[in-house]
């Protein structure tokens, strides 16, 4: 699977952003698909993940902020992050799992894309 992120930026705090990451080489829509971020010196933090069957998952910081969607038709994940915060800045990466597998611990990861809040 090769998994292609965009839509990073420069943004200010409480302001929105949306993700996208483009899937190819395998079934789509059978496929967990999620996101991860990292920013300097702390530790790759799970951000949001969605099952091939629609079920959702989000990390403890941005639960109620950022919303993961998927469009099997057009083989791409969505990440909307909203009321962003500049602890939100961090490289973010999607990733995509098979279906025995599970969105926590992805099997292909994408290239990141990087996010900026500013204060």
């Known amino acids: 699977v090769q998994l292609q992120a965009y839509g990073g930026g420069l943004v200010q705090a409480g302001g929105s952003l949306r993700l996208s990451c483009a899937a190819s080489?395998?079934?789509?829509?059978?496929?967990?698909l999620g996101w991860f971020r990292q920013s300097p010196g702390k530790e790759r933090e799970f951000v949001a993940g969605?099952?091939?069957?629609?079920?959702?998952y989000y990390g403890v910081s941005v639960k109620g902020r950022f919303t993961i969607t998927r469009d099997n038709a057009k083989n791409t994940v969505y990440l909307q992050m909203s009321s962003l915060k500049p602890e939100d800045t961090a490289v973010y990466y999607c990733t995509a799992s098979p279906s025995s597998g599970s969105v926590y611990s992805p099997h292909y990861w994408g290239q990141g894309t990087q996010v900026t809040v500013s204060s």
């Open positions: 969605i099952r091939s069957g629609g079920e959702t």
């Open positions: 080489g395998r079934t789509f829509s059978n496929y967990g």
